[in-house]
């Protein structure tokens, strides 16, 4: 999976949908900081946008909650695969939107998908519940782990890769859905991740990546903050 140099506009990902336009009629631009040039236009999502994801992950989330952790270790560990088989691609995009060195940047990839790894073994032999101390001798409380809901991520540009995976990885492997919406600075680094989760086997909705310009961070944090059906937010 290349990235295109000759795509106008790059689409938002909302249910494993490319969103090609937004409520705001608007595409914003990404720039590479140490040139100047553009980068690429993306589509400017606003909180129409927000509204979308959150119904298509809380969709996913209603039967991903049920999936077996065998199944959310495998699409972690793909996804994992598919982020080091596409380093180099990747590492040239951080270069380009972010600054960073390509030799960091190549590090900062292997070290994303370090989480990715870690998370899908996590989640095979973590314990699904324990036993606590009961106040009566007939009780027997026990504590169950289960899916808290719809997760919305906020990411910065610093690490691009790297505190994507972090973030969706962990709420993946606990079988939550996922919202990204990550810094307007590098915005082509979550929305090529988001393409190989799909490219893996994400089920739509998993993973929705809703890109904006700074003027539109509020009404999206907004969203993300106070809609009920989101149920953890990372930021």
């Excluded at 972010?98 to 030799?103: A, D, E, L, N, T």
């Excluded at 590090?107 to 989640?123: D, I, K, N, P, R």
């Excluded at 026990?142 to 972090?166: E, K, S």
């Amino acid at each position: 999976l290349a990235v295109s140099q000759h795509r106008s506009v790059h689409s938002a990902i909302i249910g494993n949908t490319e969103i090609s336009q937004s409520s705001t009629n608007d595409t914003f631009t990404s720039v590479n900081p140490a040139t100047n040039e553009p980068v690429g236009e993306v589509v400017n999502c606003g909180k129409v946008e927000a509204e979308a994801a959150v119904a298509a992950a809380l969709h996913c989330f209603r039967t991903f909650k049920n999936s077996v952790v065998a199944e959310r270790g495998r699409l972690l560990t793909a996804w994992a695969d598919a982020m080091q088989g596409n380093a180099e691609v990747i590492a040239e995009l951080v270069t380009r939107e972010m600054g960073k060195p390509k030799h960091e940047a190549f590090w900062e990839v292997l070290f994303a998908t370090s989480f990715l790894y870690h998370y899908a073994g996590q989640v095979n032999t973590a314990t699904p519940g324990c036993v606590i101390n009961k106040g009566q001798p007939h009780w027997r409380p026990i504590t169950v782990r289960q899916p808290v809901g719809v997760v919305a991520t906020i990411t910065p540009w610093n690490f691009p890769v790297a505190l994507v995976t972090r973030k969706v990885g962990a709420a993946i492997a606990a079988g939550c859905s996922v919202i990204n919406s990550p810094s307007e600075d590098t915005p082509l680094t979550s929305l090529y991740l988001a393409k190989l989760g799909i490219d893996v086997g994400f089920p739509p909705g998993l993973f929705n990546v809703v890109a904006s310009s700074r003027d539109q961070k509020q009404p999206i944090g907004e969203l993300l903050c106070g809609s009920t059906d989101v149920s953890a937010l990372s930021f």
